[in-house]
């Protein structure tokens, strides 16, 4: 089985930067859920259709909180993406994943509150998460990094904390993230992938370690303008080598050709309501969602 690719790339803290300035048609949709972060570029990498978005759209001025996350998977969706690979800076809850490397993430525990998760507030819709990042995407990341990124360090797992911010975690709360099992703690993996899942993209996530978390005291001597510069230095590291990553694996998209992503098909038992009584004006709104199940 093969299928047309069409990619979309959603750059977080700093790989949102460094991508900003691609080249290309530049689109900035409606959608019934407003605006999306940013205009979304649609170019080429390696020769594959890509959509680029910028999460905390330009000059990053969107908190993670008030991202419209419903705006940007729907945008995606609506220009035809089949594939979402993301990137988000995090800290490291884990001695092992240092500052500066990447972590091909599998697994994730959500404490936001804030946030509007759900596209289908008209039906009961309950789509299949136990696994929240698409696992075909994740092999074709881990083939890419171990063929091209051999210079860099890359965790082929990691269970990403996201919490709701924008304050960071206090000191309790960090240890009790490591106790819960989490390696990264971020503010922007949710709901973003588990609307990825509603929309039936494929979604993947390049978590970029910047800094140990509370959990792991600084060095005293270093005084707080060094470590931010440290930080942001870590931020730069881990995003350059996120592109490269990103670059590499679109060199080689043959497994995404060939196997299809369980997400593809997520609404195929998910969708619990009668939809003779789902009414019929909301149906018609989330037809690019999904209107297949409505022919």
């Not at 989490?182 to 800094?211: F, N, Q, S, V």
């Not at 600084?218 to 060094?226: C, E, K, S």
């Not at 050709?257 to 939809?275: E, M, Q």
């Amino acid at each position: 089985m093969t299928q047309h690719i069409k990619i979309g790339v959603i750059g977080g803290s700093g790989l949102g930067d460094a991508i900003g300035g691609e080249q290309g048609q530049t689109v900035f949709p409606d959608t019934p859920f407003g605006k999306p972060s940013s205009p979304i570029v649609e170019t080429q990498w390696q020769g594959v259709d890509i959509c680029i978005l910028q999460r905390h759209g330009i000059g990053h001025t969107l908190n993670p909180s008030l991202v419209p996350y419903r705006a940007n998977i729907y945008a995606l969706k609506e220009l035809g993406v089949t594939h979402i690979v993301a990137s988000g800076a995090t800290g490291s809850l884990r001695e092992q994943m240092a500052p500066g490397d990447l972590v091909i993430v599998d697994q994730v525990i959500d404490k936001t509150y804030k946030r509007a998760n759900t596209f289908y507030d008209c039906a009961a819709v309950h789509v299949e998460l136990a696994e929240p990042f698409c696992p075909v995407m994740r092999q074709w990341l881990l083939d890419a990094a171990k063929a091209k990124l051999a210079n860099h360090t890359v965790h082929d797992k990691g269970t990403y904390v996201v919490m709701e911010g924008p304050g960071f975690s206090t000191k309790a709360e960090s240890n009790m993230h490591r106790a819960w099992g989490g390696d990264l703690i971020g503010m922007t993996c949710m709901p973003e992938a588990k609307l990825a899942r509603e929309a039936e993209i494929a979604y993947a996530l390049i978590g970029l370690p910047t800094d140990y978390d509370c959990w792991r005291p600084h060095d005293p001597n270093v005084n707080q303008t060094d470590l931010l510069s440290e930080i942001i230095g870590n931020l730069n590291k881990a995003s350059a080598a996120g592109i490269e990553l990103i670059k590499a694996a679109l060199a080689d998209i043959q497994i995404l050709l060939t196997t299809p992503s369980p997400a593809h098909d997520a609404l195929k038992l998910a969708i619990w309501s009668n939809k003779q009584h789902i009414d019929t004006e909301q149906a018609q709104r989330l037809n690019v969602l999904w209107g297949r199940y409505f022919d």
